[in-house]
């Protein structure tokens, strides 16, 4: 809104101190200008929006991979001796349950929480237990260990991906180009105030939705579209069905 009011001033004070009629014969240079420039600023545009994009599905799949290396460690630790499992079990339901009720959140804050890395630290105790193991139960603790690992390097990549923003640098370009281009569709001089009037807040409106949804995107884990914890809470119900099912 404040970019469409801005627009607007800028196109009724050059109206004011340089009328439409004098503005008229320069129409060829000033349309060449726009042309150059909006096709310039176009091409940034869809390159960031392809940018900040391809990061969100990057961070969206991690997340993902996360979680199935959770329901994986859960299924690896089938062979494990008894007390082994359940308690290796029992993390993993709880790392699911801090993902959705304490580390979703404070990436939404913006900030981190470190339950999880705890939960993790423990994951690595358990496994480590120096014990008597048989061929069977030694492959399924060398897979146990190797799904913890990659649990632990999708937790790191998921934690830097929720902290990374575009440069400065870009967006003094997507701005300052944005400004550029509307100010220079409003040097045109046009016979229909009205239409050129609508012409300018179109593009302004156009500017700032692009950059608002490059501004969104940027944040895989804030913002109206973000990454969501759909992998824990699909293996939380996974292991929440299958207690209950053993319990009766």
């Given amino acids: ?13 050059i109206r004011k101190v340089w009328p439409p009629d004098r503005r008229r014969v ?3 240079i000033t349309g ?5 420039l909006g096709t310039t600023y176009a091409v940034i545009i869809g390159f ?3 940018a900040v994009w391809s990061e969100f599905q990057a961070a969206e799949q ?4 996360e979680a199935s290396c959770l329901v994986n460690l859960y ?11 359940q308690e290796i079990r029992k993390l993993a339901a709880g790392y699911a349950n801090e993902m959705i009720n304490d580390e979703w959140p404070a ?18 105790e358990s496994a480590s237990q120096v014990q008597s193991l048989n061929p069977s139960q030694q492959v399924s603790l060398e897979q146990t260990m190797t799904e913890i690992g990659s649990i632990t390097e999708h937790r790191r990549i998921r934690q830097l991906q929720s902290q990374s923003r575009l440069p400065g640098v870009l967006w003094t370009v997507l701005i300052v180009g944005a400004m550029i281009t509307i100010m220079s569709s409003c040097l045109f001089g046009s016979e229909y105030p009205a ?8 593009l302004a409106l156009m500017l700032s939705m692009s950059l608002a949804a490059i501004a969104d995107i940027n944040s895989p884990f804030r913002g109206t579209v973000h990454v969501r914890p759909t992998g824990f809470e699909n293996a939380k119900r996974m292991f929440e069905k299958i207690n209950t099912e053993r319990g009766h």
Avoid: C, D, K
């Fill in 1 to 13: 809104m404040v970019s469409i009011v801005t627009a607007l001033l800028f196109w009724w004070f």
């Fill in 26 to 28: 320069h129409n060829e």
């Fill in 32 to 36: 060449w200008q726009i042309s150059v």
């Fill in 48 to 50: 960031m929006l392809f």
């Fill in 62 to 65: 991690n997340a993902e991979s």
């Fill in 75 to 85: 299924w690896a630790a089938s062979g494990l001796p008894e007390a082994q499992r």
């Fill in 107 to 124: 990436m939404i804050q913006g900030s981190l929480a470190y339950g999880g890395t705890l939960i993790i630290q423990q994951l690595w």
């Fill in 195 to 202: 239409l050129h009037m609508l012409q300018v807040v179109t």
